[in-house]
């Protein structure tokens, strides 16, 4: 699924080679600066494109087809029980990267104490990269929650792309 390891834009910043696990030809899979819970990744259109009305019939298409074979394979992979599958298009529905995005979050029973309470992490996690990856307070829903390295990052995009035989 991935010939070479390109960097793309994502809104004004740019995501390393290194980060990305999963590809197609509109698509890409990336592991996130902060994740939520284990496994939280983001799937986003090649072209820079900042609300999902934007994009044309060939890439929903992809970008969703991407999100379900990753999603499929990373609930495995962490032992999951569900997904949870989010778009934020929009300003006024918390998109803080001007780039359509899907989280993907593997999810277990009790991960959060309120099942709602994914939405507001997935809220916060957006502004926190908005602010070009500064070191905000944690959220009070998980205190462990962090700014990876780059060497962390690379390291879980390389232990992913075993998964899609894209080493």
């Known amino acids: 699924m991935i010939s070479e390891l390109c ?4 809104g004004p910043h740019t995501i390393r080679g290194q980060e990305i696990f999963a590809e197609t030809k509109l698509s890409f899979a990336f592991v996130n600066l ?9 799937i986003s259109p090649k072209r ?19 999100a379900q074979n990753v ?5 495995r992979h962490y032992k999951a029980e569900s997904l949870t599958l989010a778009i934020q298009d929009g300003p006024a529905a ?41 070191k905000s307070k944690p959220l009070d829903l998980d205190e462990n ?14 232990e992913l792309r075993r998964l899609f035989n894209c080493i």
């Not at 902060?34 to 983001?42: D, E, N, S, W």
Request: aromatic share 8%; proline share 5%; no cysteine.
């Open 94 to 134: 918390g998109q803080t990267v001007p780039h359509v995005h899907i989280h993907v979050l593997p999810r277990r029973r009790n991960d959060f104490r309120k099942n709602d309470e994914v939405y507001d992490a997935i809220d916060e996690n957006d502004k926190e990269y908005k602010d070009d990856h500064s």
């Open 48 to 66: 820079l494109t900042q609300r999902f009305s934007d994009l044309n019939t060939d890439e929903v298409h992809d970008l969703w087809t991407l």
């Open 34 to 42: 902060k994740p939520i819970v284990p496994g939280h990744v983001l």
């Open 7 to 10: 960097d793309y834009k994502f």
């Open 145 to 158: 929650r962090r700014v990876r390295t780059p060497e962390e990052m690379a390291a879980e995009a390389m």
């Open 71 to 75: 999603g499929s394979k990373l609930e």
